[in-house]
C-alpha cells in the first residue's frame, strides 16, 4: 500500500483520530545550509569535506556551536537530518585537543551502538586519529568484568547499549569513591 493510501486511511479511523490532537502537512521546503562553527578544529572540517559532508544544515552548525560553548543542546529533527554530527563534531573536538577528555555514549540498541561507532570511525580514519581517539563498544555479550574495568579505564571513548548502563555506572560510583 503506497505511504499516502495508509496516511488517508488512518485521517479517516475515527478510533485512532481519537487519539490525535493534530494533524497537518507541511510542504517541502528547501535545506537552509551553514558553514562550519568558529574554532571547529580544522582537522574536523577538512575531513568532513573530503568525505562529502559540508556544508552544515543551520541545525547543526547552530547545536555544534552551543555544545562548543558549553550549552546543553536537544536536537529534535526528522530522520536522516544529521542529528549524529551534532553530537559527534563537539566530542571529537573535545577528543582532538584535551588527552584529558573522555567520552561515554549510550545507545538503546546493539545495533544503534555498532552503527554509530562505525560512523565515528570512518571520521577518525580520514582524521588519521584512530590510534588517538580508539572507539570501543561493550554491550551484553562482553566477555569477564575485569575487561570490562579495563576497557573503561583505559579507553577514550565508548559506546555502551542499555544492557552495559547499570554496569557503566556502577564502574563510575566505584571509581568516583576512590578518586
Not at 20 to 38: C, G, H, K, M, Q
Not at 52 to 61: E, K, S
Not at 163 to 175: C, E, G, I
Request: aromatic share 8%; with cysteine.
Amino acid at each position: 500500500m503506497p505511504i499516502e493510501d495508509a496516511l488517508q486511511a488512518l485521517r479517516f479511523d475515527r478510533q485512532f483520530m481519537d487519539h490525535v490532537t493534530a494533524w497537518e502537512r507541511f510542504p517541502a521546503r528547501p535545506a537552509s545550509y551553514a558553514d562550519f562553527p568558529d574554532g571547529l578544529d580544522p582537522r574536523l572540517t577538512a575531513a568532513l569535506r573530503t568525505l562529502g559532508v559540508a556544508p552544515l544544515y543551520t541545525h547543526q552548525a547552530a547545536a555544534i556551536q552551543a555544545a562548543m560553548a558549553g550549552e546543553n543542546v536537544v536536537v529534535v529533527t526528522g530522520t536522516a537530518s544529521g542529528k549524529t554530527l551534532c553530537y559527534n563534531l563537539p566530542v571529537l573536538h573535545a577528543l582532538l585537543n584535551d588527552p584529558q577528555a573522555r567520552a561515554l555514549y549510550l545507545f538503546p540498541t546493539k545495533a544503534l551502538a555498532q552503527d554509530q561507532a562505525a560512523s565515528l570511525g570512518a571520521y577518525l580514519q580520514e582524521l588519521d586519529a584512530t590510534a588517538l581517539v580508539p572507539v570501543r563498544t561493550y554491550d551484553g555479550d562482553m566477555l569477564g568484568i575485569q575487561d570490562g574495568w579495563l576497557g573503561l579505564l583505559q579507553n577514550r571513548m565508548r559506546e555502551l547499549d542499555t544492557q552495559m548502563k547499570n554496569f557503566a555506572l556502577d564502574v563510575s560510583n566505584r571509581l568516583e569513591r576512590l578518586l
